[in-house]
């Protein structure tokens, strides 16, 4: 089969690997799309990170491995003992793939496992840039019927953005912020619109995904800011009665972006900044520049709450609300072919594509 191999740095390669062997209690899935993940262009561009330079605790892979862990397809293949997917189902793949001994594994947090490894990652079964890719059947989500093999693709970082929000506890009548509007900041946002929050202000530095968002005209969206054109802080304030905002999330992480006076734009610190005494900040990307004054935690008794990936509960909340047609994702996904995936990350890293979708 044909695949997306990453040996290193910058180095990904579009070649003949040997297809996966279906195992028990797995399936075998033919990959229909792909879709460009955060992490896959910070793997390219600034990895190895989260690709296995020696090898993996829990899978024992090291580089090169097949990139892609947010997918959809159909299942051609069935272990021995799986009964509850069969041959021609339409599915998404919940890739994490973990222990099951740590105490987080124990208690359910398997999101969590000490020694967790990722499909398209760390794992000996392939990834989503890949024409097939060998899946643990715990793992598999069978789409609806009115679900579409593209919205499949998406219930991934729509996961991660359920997740945030079930983490964050939200109620309609907090004043929210949400810094960053790509695909897990549109999740964000349209998951707090469901869950019927009336005031929601969005900072995004490119103008394309501001443009996409305004285009979506989400419920409870009641401000579209660029925090490169004007002091945001003072935007926010000026927006929430010069208090701050109730509740902040932040899914926006390393960034060239510069504040109208020329310092670095630090968008954890900028969340922390605006957010009200006694107000809660969520953590959903990573931020390697963070230099907030633990004063700024103290004196204003901030809660932080970081959230990482998803659980199957997640998963089945998104499924549920396709269903129910209740995400809009057509707006933000654009198409692109194999040979293309090096172009595509580096148009989403640069604010000139939201989402792009790999079509295997």
């Not at 990722?118 to 794992?123: E, K, P, V």
Request: glycine content about 10%; some cysteine; proline content about 6%.
């Amino acid at each position: 089969m044909k695949a997306a191999v990453y040996y290193g740095n910058t180095d990904l390669r579009w070649e003949d690997v040997p297809d996966p062997e279906t195992r028990p209690g797995h399936v075998k899935v033919r990959v229909a799309h792909n879709g460009i993940c955060g992490t896959d262009i910070h793997e390219f561009f600034e990895g190895p990170m989260l690709t296995p330079v020696w090898p993996h605790l829990l899978t024992g892979v090291t580089l090169p491995v097949v990139l892609g862990h947010e997918f959809s397809g159909t299942v051609v293949e069935v272990g021995d003992g799986v009964t509850r997917v069969t041959e021609g189902d339409r599915v998404a793949i919940e890739p994490v793939i973990n222990c099951g001994n740590c105490h987080p594994c124990r208690r359910g947090d398997y999101n969590l496992c000490d020694i967790s490894a990722f499909l398209g990652l760390s794992s000996q079964d392939g990834g989503g840039l890949g024409e097939y890719v060998v899946v643990d059947a715990g793992r598999v989500h069978v789409l609806p019927e009115n679900v579409s093999l593209e919205s499949g693709a998406v219930i991934e970082p729509l996961s991660v953005a359920t997740h945030a929000v079930r983490r964050a506890n939200s109620r309609p009548d907090d004043r929210i912020v949400v810094h960053g509007a790509g695909p897990v900041g549109l999740g964000i946002i349209q998951t707090l619109a469901l869950r019927g929050a009336e005031r929601i202000i969005v900072s995004e530095t490119s103008a394309l995904r501001r443009s996409v968002l305004e285009s979506m005209k989400i419920q409870g969206v009641e401000a579209i800011l660029d925090p490169t054109a004007s002091d945001i802080c003072q935007e926010i304030s000026a927006r929430v009665d010069d208090i701050g905002a109730d509740l902040t999330f932040v899914v926006a992480g390393r960034s060239t972006a510069k504040k109208p006076d020329g310092s670095p734009l630090i968008p954890l610190n900028t969340a922390m900044e605006s957010t009200r005494r006694g107000g809660r900040v969520v953590s959903v990307a990573t931020h390697p520049e963070m230099s907030i004054h633990p004063d700024v935690l103290t004196f204003k008794e901030l809660t932080v709450i970081g959230s990482a990936a998803y659980t199957k509960t997640d998963f089945e909340l998104v499924l549920d609300a396709m269903k129910k047609q209740q995400y809009t994702v057509e707006p933000w996904v654009e198409h692109r072919q194999p040979t293309d995936i090096a172009t595509a990350m580096a148009d989403m890293r640069d604010g000139k594509a939201c989402k792009v979708l790999i079509d295997l």
